[in-house]
């Protein structure tokens, strides 16, 4: 082992539960602003370019889902794979919320990119999902 | 074609948001981002084919 590796131990199962005990309203609120509006938590957290691009790619799915005349799915009675759907789409946070009170998020099925709309959409709130969960490692110290 | 356009740029917004969530630097993010954009079209390339042949 050279000294540079002694003076920077691996870190260890300690150190990681020093992390457990960090600031609990910057955790959440990194969540939540990332959950909400697509990179806003990274930003919150200081990562600003990486919440950037986060923010750019998955709002650029999102609204080209849209405007391939896809839908943002919603959740229909009786129909159980609706509400697995929704929650994914529901996934990019705001957006999703704003595209269905202004009458944008139900789709032209008609339309020949109507598929592929609805796999942006879908797909776009759960990277969003998964970026939330990154967020959270940041928030944490883990990256 | 358009289809594939759709598809090369489905490909490459969640290999560029897979690569910056793996990799800490902006070089690294997008050298993986587009590997893993490569990956999956080239998948869904043999995927289709594979339909195809079938169905004929």
């Known amino acids: 082992m050279n000294s540079s590796q002694q003076d920077n ?9 020093e992390h457990a005990s960090l600031p609990v309203f910057r955790t959440l609120a990194g969540c939540v602003m990332a959950w909400a509006f697509p990179g806003l938590g990274h930003v919150f957290l200081g990562r600003v370019q990486r919440g950037l691009l986060f923010g750019l790619i998955i709002l650029g799915l999102f609204i080209g889902g849209l405007a391939l005349e896809g839908k943002a799915y919603r959740p229909i009675a009786g129909e159980p794979l609706t509400y697995l759907a929704a929650l994914g789409a529901a996934g990019v946070g705001v957006p999703f919320l704003l595209a269905h009170l202004g009458g944008f998020a139900d789709g032209d099925i008609e339309a020949s990119t109507y598929d592929y709309g609805n796999a942006f959409t879908l797909v776009a709130g759960l990277l969003n999902l998964l970026v939330v969960l990154d967020a959270f490692d940041v928030a944490a110290g883990r990256r | 074609m358009l289809h594939f356009v759709f598809l090369a740029v489905f490909c490459v917004a969640v290999g560029l948001v897979l690569g910056a969530m793996l990799r800490a630097t902006t070089g690294a993010a997008v050298q993986l981002g587009l590997w893993i954009a490569a990956g999956m079209t080239a998948v ?13």
């Open chain 2, 44 to 56: 869904a390339l043999a995927v289709a084919w594979v339909m195809y042949l079938i169905a004929a």
């Open chain 1, 9 to 17: 131990p691996a870190p260890s199962s300690a150190a990681a539960l």
